[in-house]
Nanobody, 114 residues
Framework: QVQLVESGGGLVQPGGSRRLSCVAS????????MGWYRQAPGKQRELVAS???????NYGDSFEGRFTISRDNAKNTCYLQMNDLNLNDSAVYYC????????WGQGTRVTVSS
């Protein structure tokens, strides 16, 4: 069982930036594909970005260029740097880990508001 703990959410102004972190409780973190998803009220959960064991990244529609996913295997941590945030980016952001099984964090809420 892998536990994922997200942090970094909060209130941010339009045009601002935020970095989310996800710490995984596993000794084989480097093997996992890590991902960030988000879910806004009344909408389906959607992929924001993912990063595999080799560091290859994949972004959902409309995120590449503003959001950057990265990982630090020495710290068992995956990051999501979010820039130029707008009101539509308000959502709960979830960290996910996939190898032989899928694991999800509890989510961290990002609210973009002036």
């Amino acid at each position: 069982q892998v536990q994922l703990v997200e942090s970094g959410g909060g209130l941010v102004q339009p045009g601002g930036s935020r970095r989310l972190s996800c710490v995984a409780s596993t000794t084989i973190f480097s093997r996992y594909v890590m991902g960030w998803y988000r879910q806004a009220p009344g909408k389906q959960r959607e992929l924001v970005a993912s990063i595999n064991a080799d560091g290859d990244t994949n972004y959902g529609d409309s995120f590449e260029g503003r959001f950057t996913i990265s990982r630090d295997n020495a710290k068992n941590t995956c990051y999501l740097q979010m820039n130029d945030l707008n009101l539509n980016d308000s959502a709960v952001y979830y960290c996910a880990a996939r190898w032989t099984d899928d694991y999800w964090g509890q989510g961290t809420r990002v609210t973009v508001s002036s």
